[in-house]
């Protein structure tokens, strides 16, 4: 009798529950059953003809990506604990070292995953603090409301199963051209290494799950894509467009999937005008990939 396989059955679960809500929706809107959520009229109007948005969005990136270059190796250095090394002949230590970077160093990675949460949490509350501060009460009009905040929390729900069918189709579509040892996520390259660090998974999840979707929506979507609305933009140039920039940032091949994604969450954002709606998709995905990769290496 075949023994019950528990980690593949998860995966099955994994898969299959979202993607038959998925294809539910999809079927729903295809067949004009259910109207979807950007055919509805926004109930906010952006701020016209305003540049403290987009400007905004684009100097937190440049700040980020000049202060990262200048100082991330340093940091992580320092507050990094130092290696082990041997007093040995030259050659020796020398192999030595090459192959203690071909190993997972947990250390290290964890001060690099504190630093990036850091740093995103920096971004984030300096773009909430501008927003804040703008007139006329406009933080509401770019998407940080208190009302509804069940149905702010459903369609973040909603944009996340929708964008599962597109998303892992496409990936489906491009895996060969993924190498085996490309870009893999540090928690799994922990675990794969049969290391486990409670202090790394917390900050990795912390990172990814909570952290990332917070910042890169504050920059992409609320002042980016916003941004370029309230200048007159139209959406079906603002939105792409920020997607596709938004894709790029996440580097081939994994940019060509994450398409789907981006184009979904501009549309919540734009629609519902809801901050909330696009960091719970946000935050859904991740966790859903992040379970999704470690279940199937564990296979």
Not at 47 to 58: C, N, Q
Not at 59 to 82: H, K, M, N, T
Not at 200 to 229: D, H, K, N, T
């Amino acid at each position: 009798m075949q023994s019950f396989d528990l980690p593949l059955t998860l995966l099955l679960l994994l898969i299959s529950i979202p993607m038959a809500f998925s294809l539910v929706f999809w079927l729903q809107f295809l067949s004009k059953s259910e109207r979807p959520f950007w055919l509805f009229p926004r109930e906010i109007a952006l701020p016209s003809r305003s540049a403290t948005l987009f400007m905004t969005g684009g100097l937190l990136i440049l700040g980020a990506v000049v202060f990262d270059s200048a100082f991330r190796l340093q940091i992580i250095d320092q507050f990094s604990p130092p290696r082990q090394t041997s007093e040995e002949s030259p050659q020796y230590s020398k192999a030595l070292s090459l192959s203690a970077n071909k190993q997972f160093d947990v250390e290290r990675e964890l001060v690099k995953t504190q630093y990036s949460v850091a740093l995103n949490l920096l971004v984030a509350l300096i773009g909430a603090v501008i927003i804040w501060r703008l007139p006329n009460n406009d933080r509401r009009r770019v998407g940080f409301r208190t009302d509804d905040l069940k149905g702010q929390a459903w369609y973040g729900v909603q944009g996340f199963l929708l964008a599962v069918v597109p998303v892992y189709a496409i990936l489906a579509i491009i895996l060969p051209l993924k190498e085996a040892d490309e870009a893999v996520h540090p928690l799994l390259r922990m675990l794969t290494e049969g290391q486990l660090n409670p202090r790394f998974v917390f900050w990795a999840c912390l990172s990814s799950i909570v952290v990332a979707p917070i910042q890169e929506e504050m920059l992409y979507r609320v002042l980016l894509q916003e941004g370029m609305v309230s200048l007159g933009y139209r959406l079906r140039i603002a939105i792409p467009g920020i997607a596709v920039f938004f894709c790029l940032v996440h580097l081939f091949p994994d940019s060509i999937p994450l398409f789907p994604l981006a184009i979904l969450l501009g549309l919540v954002m734009h629609f519902r005008n809801s901050f909330l709606a696009v960091v719970i998709m946000h935050m859904l995905f991740n966790a859903f990939n992040i379970m999704l990769t470690i279940l199937g290496n564990l296979l």
